[in-house]
């Protein structure tokens, strides 16, 4: 599937949107910029399961991001919900639940849903933990999302 020239909308998608989501929203930006793909070519969103509308991203999700080298947003969370399913190309899930989630919401957006790392792992929750573990989460989301991309064929020149 490659999207060179095409928009496209893509999605994460974790609990509370506030802190896996949100840097995996932010990684993805910086990742597209970087590349050198127009901004408006490419729509990121990210949502919550279980999230509030409005809530800033943890603070330790600032310092993970700034520790990539990339600048933080003014993030607000959301809810996931069915029209940002309808209406998103490629759903990243953080876990297998959030997939099930995802399938219980809109089952035919279960066939653009997939979990965010390519060897099929869950990304652990590191709400609570200290910054260290930010870090490494966005380190490994970076990875996993620069893969993903690569996939859909974004990252190329």
């Known amino acids: 599937m490659t999207h060179k020239s ?8 974790c609990t509370g949107n506030t802190c896996r989501s949100p840097m995996a929203q932010a990684i993805a930006r910086d990742l597209l910029k970087k590349a050198g793909r127009p901004e408006a070519q490419t729509i ?6 279980s999230a509030y509308r ?12 700034e520790n990539l080298g990339i600048a933080p947003d ?14 998103s190309d490629a759903i990243y ?3 297998d639940w959030h997939l099930r989630e995802i399938a219980a919401m809109d089952p035919q957006a279960s066939a653009r849903a997939q979990l965010v ?19 490494q ?16 064929g974004l990252l190329e020149p």
Not at 137 to 152: D, F, G, H, P, V
Request: proline content about 9%; overall charge negative.
């Open 137 to 152: 989460t966005a380190k490994s989301l970076n990875r996993m999302i620069t893969r993903q991309l690569n996939r859909l």
């Open 117 to 135: 790392d390519p060897e099929g792992n869950d990304v652990p929750d590191p709400v609570g933990l200290p910054q260290e573990v930010y870090n």
């Open 6 to 13: 095409d928009k496209i909308q893509i999605l994460f998608v």
């Open 44 to 49: 990121i969103e990210s949502a919550g399961t």
């Open 54 to 65: 409005g809530m800033p991203a943890s603070p330790q999700v600032a310092g993970a991001l």
């Open 93 to 95: 899930a953080m876990s």
């Open 74 to 87: 003014a993030h607000q969370s959301q809810p996931l919900t069915k029209q940002l399913l309808a209406q």
